[in-house]
């Protein structure tokens, strides 16, 4: 039945998605009405309940989600020591047997769907679209991922040969275990496609959810399992940053897959390079994303376009539009827009369809929200937004007007940090070159937009623009919205490392390293 309901691919914006939400809705009350539980740690394919117990609490009311173990160095090192004898097997496999026991988690995945999404949405306070999108999305990244290992035959290649006795071949190989460590905002997709990305690797995996997304952590663990994945290979960790520390300090690991904040990566970077011999570390991090709104640009797509992608998910997506340049002959009609559309924005508890924007996560995004807001008042000017909502539903979380800011000098903090926030800050612009060029001059290179109808403009934009992924003129969204296989996501200068992204063909590489084998096939061999 659910078969002939649509995808939710976040650029599929004008499709009904009724069927789809109602399934949704109806998890969403079914959940709400179980009572809380425990969720152990898994070690070697059993759970486990060492370690200190917290409760998980909802964004969106401070329900309880459940109570998790943080798990301490006896966990971290009996975690890592499961996975290293599991890699023995598993890394070993025929990489055809890897695939297809990897391929039936992303259809364990679409069997489980609506549960996970509605987990997603419990735990993070995201939208009934965000969050089937991003389930969506961990389907076809784990697909996508596997086409890649069939496409390139395992990754093993003959090579030339010197001398005619002489047989070469090339084949990537595991590295050993990874530690897989995920942030808070797309918990199931992202934690999956690290994941999948070692598994097809031929690694065995110690998974850390954000402390803030262990049901969702919980539920990667489980698909593995009914998947069939042998136990020891994937293992999870639940806690924060203690637990991700002591598995970056742990000489048992042999490679790390990290996406999170940039202070937090470059941590990790820091600690690694410190810790004896050097190892692989895949790191996607943070973004301050600017999109451009030239004179020859259709305005109401511009406008939905930018609020889609500044405010969607409360703006806690690293490609979220935190900047836009607008040219000043349609600055004052882009505005009007704009701010009509992100004052028309329902904001509430994620409990039905309608709701577009959610709480911020805790907290700590609150005061930063507060202080960029006070901020922005003394240095700029706030053109819409800027305040904390109140009363009823609002009192069980923080929830904030989606924020837009004028006026802000250029080299302004707020215009050159990641904000995490439904935070906009707007520039005005006389010459396209001269705004790209500040557009670029952030330590982020992660994603960058822009409308325009002008080809000359355009071509201008995809050729200056220094982040990994550009888009231009999609109202669905400004500078969000990658999909695996569709758009590549790679973050440039301070959003990455490695050069090449998430999502795209040259990511399930990098969990694997190459080895050439020769071979000579006469006694000739031993001259
Ligand atoms: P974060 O950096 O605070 O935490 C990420 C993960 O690292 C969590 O699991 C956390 O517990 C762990 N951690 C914290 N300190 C650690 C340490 N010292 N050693 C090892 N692990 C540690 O990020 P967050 O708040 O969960 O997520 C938001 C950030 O992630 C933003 O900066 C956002 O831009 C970035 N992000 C990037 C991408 C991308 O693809 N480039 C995607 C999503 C989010």
Same mark, same amino acid.
């Given at each position: 039945?659910?078969?002939?309901?649509?995808?939710?691919?976040?650029?599929?914006?004008?499709?009904? %998605? *009724?069927?789809?939400?109602?399934?949704?809705?109806?998890?969403?009350?079914?959940?709400?009405?179980?009572?809380?539980?425990?969720?152990?740690?898994?070690?070697?394919?059993?759970?486990?309940?060492?370690?200190?117990?917290?409760?998980?609490?909802?964004?969106?009311?401070? *329900?309880?989600?459940?109570?998790?173990? &943080? =798990?301490?160095?006896?966990?971290?090192?009996?975690?890592?020591?499961?996975?290293?004898?599991?890699?023995? &097997?598993?890394?070993?496999?025929?990489?055809?047997?890897?695939? =297809? #026991?990897?391929?039936?988690?992303?259809?364990?995945?679409?069997?489980?769907?609506? &549960?996970?999404?509605?987990?997603?949405?419990?735990?993070?306070?995201?939208? %009934?679209?965000?969050?089937?999108?991003?389930?969506?999305?961990?389907?076809?990244?784990?697909?996508?991922?596997?086409?890649?290992?069939?496409?390139?035959?395992?990754?093993?290649?003959?090579?030339?040969?010197?001398?005619?006795? &002489?047989?070469?071949?090339?084949?990537?190989?595991?590295?050993?275990?990874?530690?897989?460590?995920?942030?808070?905002?797309? $918990?199931?997709? #992202?934690?999956?496609?690290?994941?999948?990305?070692?598994?097809?690797?031929?690694?065995?995996?110690?998974?850390?959810?954000?402390?803030?997304?262990?049901?969702?952590?919980?539920?990667?663990?489980?698909?593995?399992?009914?998947?069939?994945?042998?136990?020891?290979?994937?293992?999870?960790?639940?806690?924060?940053?203690?637990?991700?520390?002591?598995?970056?300090?742990?000489?048992?690991?042999?490679?790390?897959?990290?996406?999170?904040?940039?202070?937090?990566?470059?941590?990790?970077?820091?600690?690694?390079?410190?810790?004896?011999?050097?190892?692989?570390?895949?790191?996607?991090?943070?973004?301050?994303?600017?999109?451009?709104?030239?004179? @020859?640009?259709?305005?109401?797509?511009?406008?939905?376009?930018?609020?889609?992608?500044?405010?969607?998910?409360?703006?806690?997506?690293? @490609? @979220?539009?935190?900047?836009?340049?607008?040219?000043?002959?349609?600055?004052?009609?882009?505005? /009007? !827009?704009?701010?009509?559309? *992100?004052?028309?924005?329902?904001?509430?508890? $994620?409990?039905? =369809?309608?709701?577009?924007?959610?709480? #911020?996560?805790?907290?700590?995004?609150?005061?930063?929200?507060?202080?960029?807001?006070?901020?922005?008042?003394?240095?700029?000017?706030?053109?819409?937004?800027?305040?904390?909502?109140?009363?009823?539903?609002? /009192?069980?979380?923080?929830?904030?007007?989606?924020?837009?800011?004028?006026?802000?000098?250029?080299?302004?903090?707020?215009?050159?940090?990641?904000?995490?926030? $439904?935070?906009?800050?707007?520039?005005?612009?006389?010459?396209?070159?001269?705004?790209?060029?500040?557009?670029?001059?952030?330590?982020?290179?992660?994603?960058?937009? =822009?409308?325009?109808?002008?080809?000359?403009?355009?071509?201008?934009?995809?050729?200056?623009?220094?982040?990994?992924?550009?888009?231009?003129?999609?109202?669905?969204?400004?500078?969000?919205?990658?999909?695996?296989?569709?758009?590549?996501?790679?973050?440039?200068?301070?959003?990455?490392?490695?050069? !090449?992204?998430?999502?795209? $063909?040259?990511?399930?590489?990098?969990?694997?390293?190459?080895?050439?084998?020769?071979?000579?096939?006469? *006694?000739?061999?031993?001259?």
């Amino acid at each position: 039945m659910n078969q002939a309901l649509p995808r939710v691919t976040y650029s599929n914006i004008g499709t009904d %998605f *009724s069927g789809v939400f109602g399934l949704l809705q109806k998890q969403l009350e079914q959940d709400a009405a179980a009572p809380a539980r425990a969720f152990p740690n898994l070690i070697g394919g059993k759970p486990d309940e060492a370690g200190a117990r917290y409760i998980a609490r909802s964004p969106i009311d401070g *329900s309880e989600i459940g109570s998790f173990f &943080e =798990a301490g160095q006896g966990e971290v090192d009996r975690a890592i020591s499961a996975a290293s004898a599991a890699f023995r &097997e598993w890394g070993s496999r025929p990489w055809k047997e890897r695939v =297809a #026991l990897v391929r039936r988690v992303a259809d364990r995945l679409s069997d489980h769907k609506y &549960e996970v999404a509605a987990a997603c949405i419990r735990e993070v306070g995201k939208s %009934f679209g965000e969050a089937m999108g991003e389930v969506e999305e961990a389907i076809d990244l784990v697909r996508y991922y596997s086409d890649q290992l069939e496409a390139n035959d395992g990754f093993y290649r003959p090579l030339s040969r010197a001398v005619p006795i &002489e047989e070469t071949s090339d084949v990537l190989r595991p590295y050993g275990v990874f530690a897989v460590i995920v942030p808070f905002n797309f $918990p199931v997709a #992202l934690g999956i496609g690290m994941l999948a990305g070692a598994l097809l690797g031929g690694n065995a995996v110690v998974l850390k959810p954000s402390p803030q997304a262990g049901l969702t952590g919980h539920w990667l663990a489980r698909l593995c399992e009914e998947a069939g994945i042998p136990g020891g290979v994937v293992n999870l960790l639940c806690g924060g940053a203690e637990v991700g520390q002591a598995l970056v300090d742990h000489s048992g690991v042999a490679g790390y897959a990290f996406i999170g904040s940039h202070a937090v990566g470059t941590r990790i970077l820091r600690s690694v390079a410190a810790g004896g011999y050097n190892r692989p570390v895949i790191i996607e991090m943070g973004g301050k994303n600017p999109c451009y709104v030239t004179a @020859s640009a259709d305005l109401d797509v511009a406008a939905e376009g930018v609020m889609r992608s500044a405010f969607g998910l409360q703006g806690q997506k690293c @490609s @979220s539009c935190s900047k836009v340049y607008v040219d000043r002959r349609v600055y004052a009609e882009f505005m /009007d !827009k704009l701010v009509a559309k *992100s004052r028309a924005i329902k904001i509430g508890a $994620p409990r039905s =369809a309608a709701t577009f924007m959610g709480p #911020l996560i805790n907290e700590a995004a609150f005061q930063r929200f507060a202080q960029a807001c006070d901020q922005a008042r003394r240095d700029g000017r706030i053109v819409h937004g800027g305040e904390r909502l109140e009363g009823g539903e609002y /009192d069980g979380g923080f929830y904030v007007a989606p924020t837009i800011v004028e006026g802000l000098a250029a080299e302004h903090r707020l215009n050159k940090d990641e904000l995490f926030l $439904p935070f906009l800050s707007v520039q005005v612009f006389d010459d396209l070159e001269m705004a790209i060029r500040d557009g670029n001059d952030i330590a982020y290179g992660l994603t960058a937009g =822009a409308y325009a109808r002008d080809e000359a403009e355009l071509n201008l934009f995809l050729d200056k623009a220094e982040a990994g992924a550009l888009y231009a003129n999609r109202a669905s969204g400004a500078t969000t919205g990658a999909w695996p296989g569709v758009q590549t996501f790679c973050g440039w200068k301070g959003s990455g490392v490695a050069g !090449k992204g998430a999502l795209g $063909p040259y990511y399930v590489q990098q969990f694997m390293r190459e080895q050439s084998r020769t071979i000579m096939r006469t *006694s000739a061999a031993a001259e």
